[in-house]
């Protein structure tokens, strides 16, 4: 009985570092890239067939997310050959524990190399703003990275043109819906990006797809119980991946960075690469 009760509780032991060392450091270092199919419907018409690669919650700094992770996120994105990049922001590392500081001016020159056809364009997160905002913009900037605060671009494609609509963010951004819209000013589809998908409900229909990150997809979604901390005031309603409501669509991608604790389960680090049809 008590060798049983030793052997109960040493394989428990063992179960347990297992889990911890794929939490802590197997599944926070891994980086994948997955293509997801996302089918607009009729709105989307005029988008089917184009690549996004969603750049989220890099968190430059954070462990195992230094240069060399950057380095990596940017030949693997251009290995997958996106028509366009979309950086939804929180690329700034705070309060992260075990990880360090990187300034901007070091990392945003690496996600400069990417050069997709139609682009690649940024909006900034919560942690950007909170450590230094316009540092950030202008390092993305010098880049050739532009940020769209509130405004859109139009993009010509070869099946003709369409919108970029950058949203600030939800806490920190002053994010302006309508003023993001404002300069659209005919029928071409509109792909709109932003940091928090808390801003979905009022996004219009007008938008054919609203891109987003933030929530990491709660970094840890463990059996039964589900992804336990979800930073939304709905809960796991926009957590992760392609959401439909009242025929408008979004997608959250679940990051490649860890933020306050370097864990991540079950919600392993993406780059997500969007074909619309």
């Known amino acids: 009985m008590r060798h049983a009760l030793l052997a109960t509780l040493a394989g428990l032991v063992l179960l347990g570092l297992l889990l911890a060392g794929w939490a802590f450091w197997w599944e926070p270092a891994s980086l994948r890239v997955v293509e997801h199919r996302v089918a607009l419907g009729e709105r989307g018409a005029a988008l089917r067939g184009l690549r996004v690669a969603v750049l989220t919650d890099l968190h430059v700094g954070s462990p195992f997310n230094g240069l060399e992770r950057v380095r990596e996120v940017v030949e693997r994105t251009r290995a997958a050959r996106p028509d366009l990049v979309l950086i939804c ?42 450590v230094d905002g316009p540092r950030m913009a202008r ?12 405004r859109a671009v139009p993009v010509e494609h070869p099946a003709g043109r369409i919108w970029i609509a950058g949203i600030g963010d939800l806490w920190e951004g002053k994010s302006n819906i309508e003023g993001a819209l404002a300069s659209v000013d005919d029928d071409a589809p509109v792909l709109a990006f932003t940091h928090n998908p808390d801003l979905f409900p009022g996004i219009p229909e007008r938008v054919a797809l609203t891109v987003a990150g933030h929530t990491h997809g709660g ?30 669509h979004l997608f959250v991608s679940p990051g490649i960075g860890t933020s306050i604790l370097p864990v991540r389960f079950r919600v392993p680090p993406e780059i997500s690469i969007l074909v619309l049809e």
């Open 139 to 150: 390092a993305l900037q010098a880049a050739r990275i532009p940020t769209l605060e509130n």
């Open 89 to 130: 922001g929180d690329l700034f590392i705070q309060g992260v524990r075990g990880g360090r500081f990187v300034p901007p001016e070091e990392f945003a020159p690496l996600l400069g190399e990417l050069r997709p056809p139609l682009g690649i364009y940024a909006v900034l997160g919560n942690h950007d703003w909170w």
């Open 219 to 248: 970094q840890v979604n463990l059996p039964l119980l589900g992804r336990l901390i979800v930073p939304s005031r709905f809960g796991e309603r926009y957590a992760i991946g392609h959401i439909v409501e009242d025929g408008r």
